[in-house]
Each structure stands twice: as structure tokens, then as C-alpha cells.
């Protein structure tokens, strides 16, 4: 049996396959406090009692080191430590799945594939950024990209709904979920996307900024110190910042769609805060399709996937109101599997 483990900040997700890569059982758990997460985390996996041979791990950042699966090896582990800093919110936890799995699960091997991994091939104008060459070198600052592993496993799944080959196909993936990218895919390799040296640069997301002026970063830490603007970008911004929602059905609420117990009066300024956010949200997603149009000379396929990307269609038809000019051959969406694509991989290299 394989088991796939992705740990968050804030949920644990884990699905178990056969060696013909069936699903067999899978299981998830939503953590609320950080402090706990070690002890939930024992508690979900002691609850699997199959043999288990081949363990994946889901890894957010693999920095400039790690850009393919690997083998997990204490050695490697302590490295992949080292780098925690550049993915605060997710690679903690990811290695600390790891640890946590590799007692319960001794006689299995464990193997990391990493968020990055995709991303490896994108062309050097696309990952440079316009700093200093001593600094970008002493510090590895470069487009890096993430949930790679889900915009390659759509991609391809769009590649077959296409009838086309992988390898000769112009694809654009949208993932919309608390996190958002976009990718554009040329002839089976990723030629740019939006999320950069961490998952913070690119789209208006849920409770992140998105690309911004640097200047107004300065002046941010000037107020509020480097951690204080590290928790406001990542955790205050975004959607969030603007309209105040937790989540989209918070938001989607007060637009005005239906409440519980019926229809709830919606006050005029929740409301027009809320309908700027989901512009905003939008337009930044517009925005981002016609440019990667642009750069492959056509679309293909265009696919949305993630929990709002698939998972809601009113988002999808918004943002495809707007391109109604781009002549995008194919429009699909499609649940992305993030475990699945983990378990194929570890299984061609175990």
C-alpha cells in the first residue's frame, strides 16, 4: 500500500492507494491550534493499520537543492530544514509530518515531492528577478513557484479531455483556493507562473496580498516591524483585507446570497466592500490569463481547478466574462488530486 501525507498549517490530509494506484481509503482533519498539531497528526496516522510500503510527503519548498522527488534520508532532512524560512507557513510542518510518519510507518520508505518541482524548467528570463546579481546568489532569490504538483497534474488530465499530447499542447492552469496561481504550460513544461521566492508574489488570494508595490512594503515594516508585516501580508490581506470574509462563503454571503433561516438584510458598505474584493480578486486573475496568452501565442486549454477554481462556478464565470476576446479553444474544470499525482510519482522512482 502507499500512503500520501500532506500536512498544513491548518489541516492534515492523507490518502492511502493500492499498488495499482486505486484509492483505497483516504481521511483528513482540521487543526485550529498549532501547539496540538503533533499530537492530531499521531492521532490520524496511529488510526491506519494497513501495511504500508511507500510513504509520499508533500513539500512545499525544496529551494535551490531539492527540485526532484527524493528519497528522504536524515541527512537530506536536516538540509530540508535549514530552508524552513523560505515557506514559514507550510515546510514546518511538512517536515514535521515526515518525522512523525517515519516512526509510525519504520519499514516503509518515504520519499518528498516537492510544490517546486514543476517549476524547475521555467526559462531564466522568467525566474530572474532584477536585483543585484552578489544578492540574488548569496540569498537564492529567484521565481520559484508552487502547487506545482497539482497545475501539472491538471494540465495533463486537460492534455487527454484535449485529445493532445502533453508534449504539444499550450495550457493555462488556474488554481483558486485560500492559495491562488496561474501557470502557463508550453509543450509539457511550465513557462512561467505567478507565485515567486515564496507563495505570497502574484494573485489576490484569500487572506494574501499578492504582488504589490515594494515601496509600500518598506513603509509597512517601518510601522510594524518585519514580523508584524510578515503575518499582515500572509494572514490580513488579500480578500480578507479588503472585505473583511473569513472565507469565500463568508464573502459570497455578503454579496448578498442566501442565509441561513432566509434572507438577512446586508449592510450597503459589507456589501460594496465585499463586491470590491471579488473585482479585485478577478481582475488580478483577468489579468494574469490575457499576459500568459500573450507569452504562448495562444491557449489550447484553458483549466480552472481548486476548491474555488472547480469548485465554484459563479468565480469561473466572472473571470471568463472578462477574456470573452481571447480565442482559448477549450475551457475545462477539473478537481485536482494532489495525492494521486504524489503516489504515481514515488512509484516510478521507488
Not at 24 to 38: Q, Y
Not at 42 to 66: A, P
Not at 80 to 103: D, R, T
Not at 310 to 316: I, L, S
Amino acid at each position: 500500500m502507499i500512503l500520501v501525507l500532506n500536512c498544513g498549517s491548518q489541516s492534515i490530509k492523507w490518502k492511502i492507494f493500492t499498488d495499482k494506484l486505486k484509492l483505497f481509503k483516504a481521511g483528513s482533519r482540521d487543526v485550529f491550534n498549532s501547539d496540538e498539531f503533533e499530537n492530531i497528526l499521531s492521532d490520524e496516522l496511529n488510526k491506519i493499520t494497513e501495511d504500508i510500503t511507500l510513504v509520499g510527503h508533500r513539500v512545499v519548498h525544496g529551494g535551490q537543492t531539492f527540485r526532484r522527488p527524493l528519497k528522504i534520508t536524515e541527512e537530506n532532512l536536516q538540509e530540508l530544514e535549514k530552508i524552513n524560512h523560505f515557506a514559514p507557513l507550510h515546510n514546518p510542518y511538512n517536515l514535521l509530518g515526515i518525522k512523525v510518519c517515519q516512526k509510525i510507518f519504520q519499514s516503509a520508505s518515504h520519499f518528498a515531492v516537492f510544490d517546486t518541482e514543476f517549476f524547475a524548467s521555467l526559462p531564466e528570463k522568467a525566474y530572474t528577478y532584477a536585483l543585484p546579481k552578489n544578492i540574488v546568489e548569496e540569498n537564492g532569490f529567484r521565481r520559484y513557484g508552487f502547487q506545482g504538483t497539482s497545475h501539472e497534474y491538471v494540465a495533463r488530465e486537460a492534455a487527454g479531455i484535449a485529445k493532445k499530447q502533453f508534449n504539444k499542447i499550450k495550457i493555462i492552469t488556474v488554481h483558486l483556493g485560500g492559495g491562488a496561481s496561474i501557470t502557463a504550460i508550453k509543450n509539457g513544461k511550465a513557462i512561467d507562473t505567478t507565485m515567486g521566492f515564496t507563495p505570497l508574489e502574484g494573485l489576490v488570494m484569500m487572506t494574501r496580498s499578492g504582488s504589490i508595490d515594494a515601496g509600500i512594503v518598506l513603509e509597512l515594516v517601518k510601522k510594524f516591524g518585519v514580523e508584524g508585516v510578515d503575518k499582515l501580508l500572509n494572514k490580513d490581506s488579500g480578500i480578507k483585507g479588503i472585505s473583511g470574509a473569513k472565507n469565500m462563503l463568508e464573502l459570497f454571503s455578503a454579496l448578498g446570497g442566501p442565509a441561513s433561516g432566509g434572507e438577512e438584510r446586508i449592510d450597503p458598505e459589507k456589501k460594496r466592500r465585499a463586491k470590491l474584493a471579488f473585482d479585485v480578486f478577478v481582475y488580478s486573475i483577468q489579468k494574469q490569463i490575457g499576459a500568459y496568452y500573450a507569452v504562448l501565442g495562444g491557449c489550447d486549454a484553458l483549466v480552472f481547478t481548486g476548491s474555488i477554481g472547480a469548485g465554484n462556478q459563479k468565480t469561473r464565470n466572472s473571470i471568463i466574462a472578462g477574456i470573452k476576446d481571447l480565442k482559448i479553444k477549450k475551457v475545462v474544470a477539473i478537481k485536482t488530486d494532489e495525492e494521486l499525482a504524489i503516489a504515481q510519482k514515488i512509484k516510478r522512482i521507488k
